[in-house]
Structures are given as structure tokens and as C-alpha cells.
């Protein structure tokens, strides 16, 4: 099950996904968590009793103090370097997962040197003496490849993706975004990409991109906007520039 848009804001009683700093999804099944790239607020977290068995999409929620991730499918210790990032995580709670049962000496003590900020690991108190130890004695993790790297995620062969609106418009509009500093979006903010693909179409790349800019321009504040105003102005006067040349020579010869 995927956690959503809709059941965010009705369990945590918010108006919208950056006003969430609070959230309670104990026992909802779920296994898709991608939603967080979109919470960055986010402070509390449960998530226990579910079915997560990945956690790189909570690496950007930089906010979080509390994480209980009780009782889910998490096999590989390695997920946790997702988390390291996370400066304000104090509170951490992976017991009864996978990840935890073949030796759970070393498996506390790679969590602690991974994670040295942990002031409670499995609802006990972490002591000097125990990180001093895990410095010691843990393991450091590195982080696991992404989905993506697995190939394309929907099925498609690498030349369909190149191929598809959907992808091309989402691949326009994230590196434009990845620019700027700002987050990736996910597929369902591309609502008007989502009609079945036309085998003989080509798509065209400048229609693309205008669209990705166009949904980019949704998530601006007003200096951003100027910026993008300012960048527009230049090019009008750069290509104008460069029309009045070409009239030039084509009036010379």
C-alpha cells in the first residue's frame, strides 16, 4: 500500500504536506513511503507495524527528532545510511525488523556509529560508554543503490522511457528543479502526462520542456520568480539580438 497525499493530511489533521510535523501511520500496511520527499517538516514519525523495507526517502527530512519503525521489513542495515544526514534524529526505534536479528551486539553497536547523535536506540538510553564502544567496534554502513539503478521502475525498456511523455516531461522538470536547490516531484504531480502513450508519436523536446518549466513556476516565491523573469528577459534580448544579425545578412546578400 502506498502511503498518500489524502491520508497525510487526514491523519496528521494539516492542510498541507509542509505544515506536517507529526505523524502517526502505525499498522496501515504500507510499503510505499515515497510521499515523504514532499514532508520536509516532518519531526515525529511512526511508521511501526508496516511493511517499509526501505528508507531513502526520509534522507531529506531534515527536521525529523523521532523515528519508530517498529515491526516492518527492513533486511539490511545498510538502509539506515539514508539516515545520517538527519542532524536532529535523537530518538530511533528498529526493533523486530529483519536487519536486527542475526547479532544484536553488533547490530546496536553499527546503529550507534552510524548514527552518534541517537540519544535512544529501541526505547533505551544511549550511554557514553556504549558510543565510545561503537566507535570502536561498529560497522560502517554505505548507502545501497536506488531503485533507480535498477533500471526504469515502470516496467519500460531504457529507449520507451527516453520515448515517453510522462518520463521525459518528469526528467524535464527534476533537473530543472535540481538546479535550483529544490526537490524532486513525484509521478502524481503529472496528472496531464498520464494519458497512454501513441506508439508512432514522437514526442517533441521544446514542448516538454515548456511544460516542465510551466509546472516548475507553481513552487517559486517572488524572488525566485524575479530571477526566472530576469533570465527570460536576457534570452528575449539575446534571440532578438540575434534575428536583427540574421535580417542583416540575408539584406546583404
Known sequence: MKLTRKLVLARAKASDLESVKKLNCWGCNLTDISIFLEIPNI?????????????????????????????????ELSELSHLKNLACLKVLWLAENPCCEPDPVKYRLTVLKNLPSLHKLDNQVVTEEELALAMEEGEEL???????????????????????????????TNKIRAQLGMKPLPRDKFPSFSSPRDP?????????????????????DVEELKIVQSATENKLRARSRQKDREKELITQH
Do not use: F, W
Open 142 to 172: 554505505i548507502t545501497p543503490p536506488g531503485p533507480a539503478s535498477a533500471g526504469s521502475s515502470n516496467g519500460l525498456t531504457e529507449a520507451d522511457s527516453e520515448n515517453d511523455p510522462l518520463n521525459y516531461s518528469m526528467e524535464e
Open 43 to 75: 519531526e515525529v514519525l511512526t511508521l511501526s507495524a508496516n511493511k517499509v523495507s526501505s528508507l531513502e526517502h526520509i534522507s531529506n527530512c531534515q527536521n525529523l527528532a523521532e523515528l519508530y519503525l517498529r515491526r516492518n521489513d527492513i533486511k
Open 200 to 220: 508512432g508519436a514522437s514526442p517533441k523536446k521544446k514542448s516538454h520542456t515548456l511544460e516542465a518549466v510551466l509546472l516548475l513556476l507553481k513552487d517559486l
